[in-house]
């Protein structure tokens, strides 16, 4: 069973021979590769130049020997078309503010024309696919409208969510507006990535996790199922990621997603069985077990495959993304660990093999 099968079939519940594994934020700056690329470009030259985008998303493959590939971009990488400016700041992280000469709000921004202002999206993507060849899976991604309209309001990252929990609740029809307008702009996004071929597409609502139960389905959710709905007749899987949605699992099982991410705050086992067994999982290992020791890490990967890989439907990853100062090496033995523990035991059928 080749890469590409084993982690479409896993989305689909579909018997695989071993759990694929493949981690968040995987390229970045906890390899030494990456960082060395980093002296020489900025982070934005890194998304948007095809040919050193290619090149990042490849070193994980590489180094750690994953069994899937993520395009290399950000999530914020639709503001600059939007008529916003995007920085980054080491300590602050980014900052998104209305570009010179623009009047950009959360609701009053331009809507890109996908095909002309990403051009550079379907030109890596299209490296990256000669660079892994048919048999290996690429996922592209996307923000979610809720994440993405808090950066614009906050103007980068926030804890509190201040800003944009009271332009929700005091300014009810400006922010269906904002939310209507950027579904929009991620859609046209997200097809830009699959029609360039993509096999997946993960969406990141990272921030929604701040949002009662109640404010996430009525607020919000439709606009997911709105991405989800012009994403589901191209038939690829699409993979939900929040942080932190213990509480909005029921939502969660109905936004027509076929792979939920689930974070490390919840049990893996019990996350399964509120979404119901018609959904796959992806998770959720704790980022922060990356600094146990390496016996330790090995006995915590080991049982968590114990529990779960016999039962089809499992994407092993983190619960969130790597963190920059974790060791390659410990994210490297956490890999091989997937790849040396991870059988199945499914049975599967002989005409499901391509290979022979
Ligand atoms: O997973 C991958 O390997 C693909 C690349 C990827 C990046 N960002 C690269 C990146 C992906 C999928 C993202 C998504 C992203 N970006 C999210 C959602 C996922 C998550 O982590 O919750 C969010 C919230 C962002 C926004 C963002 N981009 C922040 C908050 C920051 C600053 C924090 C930091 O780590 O510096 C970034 C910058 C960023 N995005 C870096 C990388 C490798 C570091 C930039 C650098 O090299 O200086």
Request: hydrophobic fraction near 40%; include cysteine.
């Amino acid at each position: 069973m080749n890469a590409r099968e084993r982690f479409l079939r896993a989305c689909r519940r579909e018997p695989v021979d071993r759990v694929p594994v493949w981690l968040m934020r995987q390229a970045g700056r906890y390899m030494e590769e990456y960082r060395a690329l980093r002296q020489r470009h900025d982070f934005l030259s890194l998304c948007t130049n095809p040919e050193l985008a290619v090149e990042v998303t490849c070193q994980p493959l590489e180094r750690l020997g994953v069994d899937a590939a993520i395009l290399f971009s950000d999530l914020l990488i639709p503001f600059l078309g939007m008529g916003f400016s995007v920085t980054y700041h080491e300590k602050r992280g980014p900052v998104i503010s209305p570009a010179e000469g623009s009047h950009a709000g959360p609701d009053r921004f331009t809507i890109p024309d996908a095909a002309r202002d990403f051009a550079y999206l379907p030109a890596s993507i299209e490296g990256i696919r000669r660079e892994i060849g048919p048999d290996f899976p690429l996922i592209g991604f996307c923000g979610a409208p809720f994440t993405m309209v808090s950066y614009l309001i906050e103007g980068g990252s926030s804890h509190s969510f201040q800003e944009t929990l009271t332009f929700m609740y005091r300014q009810p029809d400006r922010f269906s507006t904002a939310m209507g307008m950027m579904t929009r702009v991620l859609i046209d996004y997200a097809l830009l990535q699959v029609h360039a071929g993509v096999d997946a597409l993960q969406i990141f609502d990272t921030w929604a996790g701040c949002l009662t139960p109640y404010d996430f389905e009525t607020l919000v959710a439709p606009w997911i199922r709105e991405l989800t709905a012009a994403l589901i007749p191209t038939g690829i899987p699409i993979i939900y990621f929040i942080r932190g949605s213990a509480g909005l699992l029921s939502s969660v099982s109905s936004l027509g997603v076929n792979v939920v991410s689930i974070d490390s705050f919840q049990d893996l086992a019990e996350a399964r069985q509120r979404l119901g067994w018609g959904l796959a999982v992806q998770g959720n290992l704790e980022p922060m077990c990356l600094t146990l020791s390496d016996d330790a890490l090995v006995a915590r990967v080991r049982s968590m495959l114990k529990i779960h890989a016999s039962k089809p439907g499992w994407i092993f990853n983190l619960g969130h993304g790597i963190l920059p100062f974790l060791e390659a090496s410990k994210v490297k033995l956490l890999v091989n660990t997937v790849k040396e523990y991870g059988q199945t035991g499914h049975i599967i059928q002989s005409n499901d093999r391509s290979t022979p």
